[in-house]
């Protein structure tokens, strides 16, 4: 079946601008976790999502991070002001128990 | 806290010998643990995990994990490396909330 899937998979985007990921989680999932992967920081955990609702949002390194999840689908993680450091590359993940599968993921760079 | 320790940054072993990546854990309580593998400019893709049950583990590509509540160790391992088998391993470790948290990562070399 499908998998995971999450776009754009590359953007490249100018020091201030604003950006929105989408990620469309596996049919069925109720679970959606985003996840960020760069060089210094290793994989680190952003937000998770159960339903439309968010009850882990520890992760979200600044409030020029926000994501929602609307009808138990869809989930758009938006960055404003961009920064150089927000160059990344940004994971999506679903579950429905405890596996939790990963999209391809979307490569963030700001120049 | 809640942590994972992937202690080598990279393991070089010859095709077909045995391989073994390590991982150790921080966790209070019963752990759920998972091994994860990435190709270049790939996700992450599943191997195995251990809820409970049997302490030797077996997943995907032949690949298989033994956990050790002493030694709060849960390596991965593989009787026979392939030189696709080249990628960067992760273990994770499901802490709060279901959120993962992963090691820093192993870079697997397997040479012809």
């Known amino acids: 079946g499908a998998g995971v899937s999450q776009s754009p998979s590359n953007k490249v985007t100018e020091k201030g601008k604003d950006v929105e990921l989408r990620c469309d989680p596996i049919s069925g999932h109720t679970a959606l976790y985003w996840y960020r992967q760069s060089l210094g920081q290793g994989l680190e955990f952003l937000i998770y999502f159960q339903g439309n609702s968010a009850p882990d949002k520890s992760g979200l390194p600044s409030d020029r991070f926000s994501a929602e999840r609307t009808g138990g689908s869809v989930s758009t993680l938006t960055i404003q002001r961009t920064q150089q450091e927000d160059s990344a590359v940004y994971l999506c993940a679903s579950s429905y128990v405890e596996t939790q599968y990963f999209g391809p993921g979307t490569r963030l760079l700001v120049l | 806290a809640q942590s994972v320790a992937q202690p080598e940054d990279q393991v070089n072993v010859a095709e077909g010998n045995p391989l073994t990546v390590k991982c150790t854990y921080s966790v209070s309580g019963n752990p759920y643990l998972f091994w994860y593998v990435q190709y270049p400019n790939r996700g992450l893709q599943f191997l195995l995990k251990?809820?409970?049950?049997?302490?030797l583990v077996k997943g995907s590509y032949g690949f298989e994990a033994e956990f050790n509540k002493s030694q709060t160790s849960f390596h991965l391992k593989k009787p026979s490396a392939l030189v696709s088998d080249s990628a960067l391993y992760f273990c994770?470790?499901?802490?709060?909330?279901?959120?993962?948290?992963f090691g820093t990562g192993t870079r697997l070399q397997v040479f012809p």
């Open positions: 251990y809820i409970t049950g049997d302490n």
């Open positions: 994770a470790v499901r802490g709060y909330t279901d959120k993962l948290i």
